[in-house]
């Protein structure tokens, strides 16, 4: 093998992908350096998120129903729920571990104290995420805060140790689950009924405390509070070593080896599925050993996820990237505005909708967030939430208006 060449290919590729992500004084990237393939699968995670909260949202405000649920509900829950559920978090989770790296890379590069600067800038990440959980109990941006905080210990692994790391976390994590799930450690119904003793008050000041009791009390159940977590932990491990071996790199990308990792994880996606229903159908307790919600979910998006990625290198459905990629690049703006949307819509005012109802409003208001995020990035720089985290984070003012 010629080293010194395959030594100068990677490491011309490694100058322009860090060119590409980073700038060499201490600001934020700007909108035309961003990594194109990057926002359009964040866009993607975020429709899949408005997708199934605004499903969960359905879930509180029928939960007390005792009509029989319809069989074309019945179907759109389990299809609703093979396609998107959890699949968003995941694959934020992936791509927020990612832009870590990114951004520490950059830090560091630029001789600022990097430990510093993150922790501050996930402190401010908390403020936003509270405001955003006064709307939805669901919210996420917490979670960002505390294993954005815990991932800093492993900064100064390497590539392969990161990869294992995470794969390990992932496969292992299912039998913890499992332990848990036979010792009845996993679930808390007192709070939950407390939960719901708020919530069917229907005010807003108990909608408010029913939303942050659901956060900070409710989530921190077992079941959320580590099974999650450690989930979210895998895969921001894996984006940190995706960023750091070059993975989404334009002039690195290998669809062969795309189309594999298609190809095997959809395998797995439908091999599990089909042995869930086994399971089911025998009353197998092989969950109780191994619970296989979790390899599920992320084989399911690591499919999606490549499939996606797939299409986009092969140059097909652009308008639909390109409406994925406007709406990534305000993920954080966007989500918050959805929560805020369905506050007031869904949690208010609770129209007596039947589940469809709920997610057609979700497309509709994604199809808006298209419109107006295209609308917006051909006057401002940055998404409004965007920008004003950037500038807390760097304690400086940015340019908003182009």
């Given at each position: 093998m010629c080293a010194t060449l395959d030594e100068n290919q990677n490491n011309a590729k490694e100058n322009d992908y860090s060119d590409t992500y980073l700038m060499t004084d201490s600001s934020?990237?700007?909108?035309?350096?961003?990594?194109?393939?990057?926002d359009i699968l964040r866009g993607w995670a975020l429709f899949s998120v408005v997708i199934m909260n605004y499903s969960t949202i359905y879930g509180w405000n029928t939960h007390s129903?005792?009509?029989?649920t319809d069989s074309l509900t019945s179907f759109i829950e389990s299809s609703t729920e093979i396609i998107f559920g959890s699949k968003g978090w995941t694959l934020l989770a992936i791509l927020f571990g990612f832009g870590f790296s990114a951004l520490l890379k950059k830090i560091n590069k630029n001789g600022q104290p990097l430990y510093t600067f993150f922790i501050k800038r996930m402190l401010w990440l908390f403020v936003f995420a509270f405001f955003n959980t006064i709307f939805f109990g669901g919210d996420i941006l917490n979670d960002y805060v505390l294993m954005g905080l815990i991932l800093l210990l492993f900064y100064n692994f390497n590539t392969k140790?990161?990869?294992?790391?995470?794969i390990g976390i992932l496969l292992l994590t299912p039998f913890l689950q499992s332990y848990l799930g036979r010792q009845h450690l996993l679930f808390a119904p007192k709070d939950r009924d407390i939960f719901y003793q708020l919530y069917n008050r229907n005010g807003i000041l108990d909608n408010i405390k029913a939303n942050l009791f659901m956060r900070y009390k409710w989530m921190l159940r077992l079941s959320y509070s580590m099974i999650l977590h450690l989930i979210q932990l895998g895969c921001f491990?894996?984006?940190?070593?995706?960023h750091r071996s070059n993975f989404f790199a334009e002039n690195n990308i290998n669809i062969k080896v795309i189309k594999r990792i298609f190809l095997v994880s959809?395998?797995?996606s439908i091999s599990i599925f089909l042995l869930l229903l086994?399971?089911?159908?025998?009353?197998?307790?092989?969950?109780?050993?191994?619970?296989?919600?979790?390899?599920?979910?992320?084989?399911?998006?690591i499919s999606t996820t490549t499939g996606i990625i797939w299409l986009?290198?092969?140059n097909k459905t652009k308008r639909i990237f390109s409406a994925l990629e406007v709406t990534g690049k305000m993920t954080?703006?966007?989500?918050?505005?959805?929560?805020?949307?369905a506050f007031v819509l869904f949690i208010c005012v609770r129209p007596n909708w039947a589940l469809h109802w709920y997610l057609l409003t979700g497309l509709i208001i994604y199809i808006i967030q298209i419109l107006t995020s295209k609308w917006w990035l051909t006057k401002y720089n940055y998404g409004l939430l965007e920008w004003l985290w950037r500038s807390l984070s760097y304690q400086r003012l940015f340019q908003l208006k182009k």
């Open positions: 934020p990237i700007s909108q035309n350096q961003r990594i194109s393939i990057i129903s005792e009509t029989n140790t990161l990869f294992v790391f995470g491990l894996i984006g940190v070593a995706l959809l395998t797995f086994a399971i089911e159908k025998n009353e197998l307790d092989f969950n109780n050993y191994y619970n296989l919600y979790y390899p599920q979910i992320i084989f399911i998006m986009y290198f092969s954080l703006t966007n989500y918050v505005t959805q929560n805020i949307i």
